[in-house]
């Protein structure tokens, strides 16, 4: 099947806000905001894909994060530092770790609109990401989870980073971003693979396209079979969809898209 790209080209909108999580010029989030700005709104942080490579960036996500404002959320479009600029080993997996910790207290800080939240005060968040994004959504829920997660939801995730690494996905992508392969690093993979972690500790969905040629349906059933596994493990649901890689991402009102938002909101 030829994959269809054109979301990638699509013009990136503004945000509403942009916020800062730290110094460098990658460690930087847009904020889209739903319309109109009444009741208050769950927090979703949103992290895009691209095999953690400098030249994709959050602009191509840009469009399904604010078709996810539009339909009541607080999107939170994290950038990151990525390999071929000044991320890589550790710093990307540095920011997310910094990203998660600071950006749902920050938001709530600098948007014109109250972001809900728990008895206790805590934001009500999900974390969503698509393919590598989906790989950082999955990470930060089990190794750095943002106060009040609730959910997580990963589109198309590169959830299995030793097979991704075996099947040179991306053209050698996880071995330029951990350094080698398994057997060089295997410390690295033990931090970074989500295939060998702990179960998140919050429901999870994984949403997989059966055509993708992109990240193989494969690694996402080996994930949830892992999840699965894993003791006390909570709800892990795998959606398997007739469609590509990019599509999960398409801002259209697609039965796909429609069942994204609806997984998203299913922990309420």
């Known amino acids: 099947m030829t994959e269809d790209r054109s979301i990638l080209a699509r013009p990136a909108p503004s945000p509403d806000v942009q916020v800062r999580y730290g110094p460098h010029t990658d460690q930087v989030a847009d904020v889209f905001l739903p319309s109109p700005l009444s009741a208050p709104a769950p927090l979703v942080l949103a992290w895009h894909g691209g095999f953690w ?97 609730e959910a997580v939801v990963a589109l198309a995730p590169v959830a299995d980073l030793a097979l991704a690494w075996q099947l040179r996905l991306g053209d050698g992508a996880v071995a330029a971003w951990l350094g080698g392969g398994p057997v060089d690093v295997p410390d690295r993979y033990a931090v970074a693979d989500v295939s060998v972690l702990p179960a998140p500790r919050v429901p999870t969905t994984v949403v997989h396209g059966r055509s993708d040629s992109v990240v193989p349906l494969e690694l996402s059933r080996r994930y949830v079979e892992h999840v699965r596994r894993s003791p006390d493990a909570p709800a892990v649901r795998l959606v398997e969809q007739e469609c590509g890689h990019f599509e999960l991402i398409a801002p259209d009102p697609t039965p796909t898209f429609k069942l994204i938002l609806e997984k998203m909101t299913a922990y309420r």
Request: proline share 7%; hydrophobic share 45%; charged share 15%.
């Open 53 to 149: 490579e400098q030249r994709y960036d959050r602009s191509h996500l840009a469009p399904f994060a604010q078709a996810l404002a539009a339909a009541g959320h607080v999107v939170v479009s994290v950038e990151y530092r990525r390999v071929g600029g000044d991320g890589g080993w550790p710093a990307t997996l540095d920011d997310v770790v910094a990203a998660s910790a600071q950006l749902p207290r920050l938001v709530a800080g600098a948007a014109p609109v109250a972001v809900a939240t728990h008895d206790g005060g805590e934001p009500r968040s999900v974390v969503i990401g698509h393919s590598a994004g989906g790989h950082l959504a999955l990470w930060s829920a089990t190794s750095c989870p943002p106060r009040g997660l």
